[in-house]
């Protein structure tokens, strides 16, 4: 069955990420002398010594990856599945994805082994050229724009869920209203703390949601509490467009091997899921006695192990649901499901107290971003170039974020579905930082043109996975 067809996507993508980071280490790497421009002319005789931050073993550098993967788009994936993609191709899909992912990741560790740099912003600008590093900044600030809005929307959902439990009566403005009020009351006053030290123990609980989400959608998968139809007490409560529905019985063949353009969909919320890349250096400057090796080993468990949980994630929620599964999965389970009640709760909780840090990486990216564009405008007193000063100077830190929230808030309220969001972020974001930028860095490192085959193809699931994902939403 369909569950079986999940297990075996493991061995799989484990397969796959070796052979991918066996044929990136059998690359030739001379020393560079490209001849391009005087700051790129020899990369490997500029390399830098590196900083030496807390170590961390092999082991817990793979629990610290799959920790800082893996998130709310999780609760998407099924959604992908659903949007028209049958079995094998789905899974083929998500092995496929993770492998090409992991490999990405990978190669942006071995290009801060040859160069030394620490940063995915260091890499760009040792490598592609100082006066384009706002694009990184750019593709980071946008990374973390989407994230903080996808949370806001989530929280607005779980609050809305929970009032009606409680007996609050819900009407179409009930989520906006909790949006504002989170916002206002919680989400603005930890996004100005200064200091975000305290807010350290949220990873433990983001991974703790996670683990706990996936087991409650297994046991609701396996226990037929919403098989029946209406019989079922949990699916007569639900509306109907949240109620399982198989239009193509998954059993059959057309419901295994079905696949079309729509498959973008899916490959755009995995670009999402997946998304990290420019956390990669730290995790190689962070691994003790770091070499490409030991690097390969790490982000080959850590990737296997995200592939796994993520096709297992999206089959078990379309094997419950089927093509009504929502773009925020927890929609489709009863209030009245305590074990859903309870996995709201902790997503809201890790959501909660995880928004102040996309805060922090979005004010911080785009303070770059209009400090870099700044210094581009010639004319002194060029408003453009005063405005772009006034957002990067630290006195505007406050009306800064203040309005952010203002924008995340405004955008959450009005788009109801975060199915487009993590659509188009993903399709974008998810084709820049997953797939061109590592490989344009690794190209240029370590002289691999095959490497640049992975250029185009981020363009593509770029380019139509977000036309797929609007088309789709109309």
Same mark, same amino acid.
């Given at each position: ?104 990741? !990978?190669?942006?560790?071995? $290009? ?34 989407? =994230? ?52 350290? !123990? ?15 959608? =297994? ?35 057309? #419901? ?6 729509? =498959? ?83 997503? #809201?909780?890790?959501?909660? !107290? ?17 400090? #870099? ?57 998810? $084709? ?6 590592? =490989? ?35």
């Amino acid at each position: 069955g369909g569950v079986a067809m999940v297990r075996a996507s493991a061995a799989s993508v484990a397969l796959l990420l070796c052979a991918c980071v066996l044929a990136a280490q059998a690359e030739p790497r001379p020393a560079l002398a490209i001849a391009r421009k005087t700051p790129r002319a020899d990369l490997l005789s500029a390399k830098q010594p590196r900083p030496q931050p807390p170590q961390s073993s092999v082991t817990m550098t793979i629990v610290q990856i799959v920790n800082n993967v893996a998130g709310a788009g999780i609760l998407t994936l099924g959604a992908g599945m659903a949007a028209g993609v049958g079995w094998i191709p789905a899974v083929l899909i998500c092995v496929l994805v993770g492998a090409l992912s992991g490999y990405t990741f !990978f190669l942006i560790g071995a $290009a801060c082994d040859m160069t030394g740099e620490t940063s995915f912003k260091g890499l760009w600008s040792r490598t592609m050229g100082k006066e384009s590093t706002w694009l990184v900044d750019g593709s980071i600030t946008l990374v973390c724009l989407s =994230a903080a809005i996808i949370y806001s929307g989530i929280l607005g959902d779980v609050a809305t869920s929970l009032l009606s439990l409680s007996g609050v009566t819900t009407t179409s403005s009930t989520r906006t209203l909790a949006i504002c009020a989170l916002t206002v009351a919680v989400l603005t006053p930890l996004s100005l703390l200064k200091d975000l030290s305290a807010l350290a !123990f949220t990873s433990a609980i983001g991974c703790g949601a996670i683990l706990y989400t996936a087991l409650f959608v =297994a046991v609701r998968a396996l226990d037929g509490s919403y098989h029946g139809g209406d019989a079922s007490a949990f699916v007569k409560s639900l509306p109907a467009h949240l109620k399982p529905s198989f239009h193509h019985t998954w059993s059959s063949a057309k #419901g295994l091997m079905r696949l079309d353009a729509k =498959a973008l969909v899916l490959i755009s919320n995995l670009g999402l899921a997946f998304i990290a890349h420019y956390n990669a250096p730290a995790f190689y400057s962070g691994l003790e006695d770091a070499t490409p090796g030991r690097f390969a080993i790490a982000v080959s468990i850590a990737f296997t192990i995200l592939t796994v949980l993520y096709t297992f994630m999206m089959g078990l929620a379309y094997a419950t649901f089927g093509s009504n599964t929502a773009s925020n999965l927890l929609h489709n389970y009863a209030e009245a499901d305590v074990l859903a009640v309870l996995g709201r709760v902790a997503t #809201g909780a890790s959501i909660l !107290f995880g928004f102040p840090l996309a805060m922090l990486g979005l004010r911080s990216s785009l303070s770059d971003m209009c400090s #870099g564009l700044s210094t581009k405008i010639s004319n002194k007193d060029s408003p453009m170039r005063f405005a772009l000063v006034k957002v990067a100077s630290p006195e505007s830190r406050v009306p800064l974020v203040l309005s952010l929230l203002a924008l995340i808030t405004f955008v959450a309220c009005t788009l109801t579905d975060i199915g487009v969001i993590v659509g188009v972020s993903g399709a974008l974001l998810g $084709a820049a930082v997953v797939y061109i930028f590592p =490989a344009l860095i690794y190209a240029e490192v370590a002289s691999a043109s095959s490497v640049y085959a992975i250029v185009p193809l981020g363009a593509f699931f770029g380019i139509l996975g977000t036309y797929m994902t609007l088309t789709g939403s109309q």
